[in-house]
């Protein structure tokens, strides 16, 4: 059931596991980007935060009031009218135990979507040849199972829990770089905010990894500077262009 925003609007405060596409469609609004990212009241936001899919827990979003819309219909007849849930794209780099992409795999996906609606239906069976799975995915995912047999790979995944690397807390930045060190293969502990050796040695990994391909004509590396396991602005740029958001 879609929960409709009173007319002045409302405050929405992030809860884990949302972004602003999951949230807007659940007040029932369908083009997220146009009507609530956009949106002046949502100005700061955007400020703080670049990128709508990675918001931070407490971050406050300004869902606006429905435009009323009218549709013409036969009179003493029921109607129905259906909202599209939009959809995103889900890139996901499987690698091996010793860091090389899993090349030309085959996999399943299975994924769980939330309140709004939306349904999800595999569209491609293989991973290319960097190890690159791609697939698009209802704004209402929340979570999702993967299976890649050849690389004995059978994961949960969880949707819109990426924590931002742009927050003035620590742990919150922490956390954002433990989870994309653990997708890409460098990190294997928890996702829980704090500093460990485990976590400053898939640091200098993921370092030592750009200074190695700098010439590579890839354009996601970029110079982390130093390769001392230190989640330095450098780092964390470097880390943030590699991954994608």
């Not at 002045?8 to 884990?16: C, L, S, T």
């Not at 795999?105 to 569209?123: D, H, N, R, S």
């Amino acid at each position: 059931m879609r929960q409709k925003p009173p007319p002045e609007g409302v405050g929405h405060i992030v809860r884990d596991g949302e972004w602003v596409g999951s949230i807007a469609i659940r007040y029932g609004i369908a083009d997220w980007e146009k009507d609530v990212w956009q949106h002046p009241r949502n100005a700061k936001l955007r400020k703080d935060r670049e990128d709508p899919h990675v918001l931070a827990v407490g971050d406050e979003l300004f869902i606006p009031p429905w435009l009323e819309k009218k549709e013409p219909g036969a009179t003493e007849q029921r109607h129905r009218f259906k909202l599209k849930t939009p959809n995103e794209l889900f890139r996901l780099r499987i690698l091996d135990t010793e860091g090389d992409p899993v090349a030309d795999a085959q996999y399943t996906l299975e994924v769980e979507c939330g309140p709004g609606g939306g349904v999800y239906k595999q569209q491609n069976t293989h991973t290319d040849g960097d190890g690159i799975l791609q697939e698009t995915i209802p704004s209402t995912a929340i979570s999702g199972r993967l299976i890649v047999p050849d690389a004995n790979i059978d994961m949960r995944l969880s949707f819109g829990h990426l924590a931002p690397l742009d927050s003035d807390d620590e742990k919150v930045v922490v956390r954002g770089a433990q989870q994309r060190l653990r997708s890409l293969g460098y990190y294997n502990g928890p996702s829980d905010g704090n500093k460990s050796p485990e976590l400053s040695q898939a640091v200098a990994a993921f370092q030592n990894f750009c200074k190695e391909n700098l010439d590579s004509g890839d354009s996601r590396i970029t110079d982390p500077v130093n390769t001392d396991g230190v989640l330095s602005k450098t780092t964390l740029a470097a880390l943030e262009k590699f991954y994608g958001c």
